[in-house]
Nanobody
């Protein structure tokens, strides 16, 4: 069983940076493809970024491409999302997700964290 715990959310101003982390336990970390998703108030949860098992392949939502960077640290068994130039529309609860196999942009991930709130004020 894989357990995911997010951290790093908070309240920031537009233009600021924030780094989210997802700690992974209970499975072979290097066998997991991982992703970040977010859900804004009144909206459906959406894909933000994904990273392959090896960390060599990444994919991003168009609106965050160039501002967000997803990465994996095998030694620490963590996944991170570096978010720069944050905008009010980035406000959401951010979830990390993981599954064995290939990274995808859909929500067909086997394991999910509890979410961390990111609020960007204008």
């Amino acid at each position: 069983q894989v357990q995911l715990v997010e951290s790093g959310g908070g309240l920031v101003q537009a233009g600021d940076s924030l780094t989210l982390s997802c700690a992974v336990s209970g499975h072979f970390f290097n066998s997991l493809a991982m992703g970040w998703f977010r859900q804004a108030p009144g909206k459906e949860r959406e894909f933000v970024a994904s990273i392959s098992r090896t960390g060599s392949g990444t994919n991003y939502l168009d609106s965050v491409n160039g501002r967000f960077t997803i990465s994996k640290n095998s030694a620490k068994k963590t996944m991170s999302l570096q978010m720069n130039s944050l905008k009010p529309e980035d406000t959401a609860v951010y979830f990390c997700a993981a599954k064995p196999g290939l990274a995808t942009t859909d929500q067909k991930y086997d394991y999910w964290g509890q979410g961390t709130q990111v609020t960007v004020s204008s």
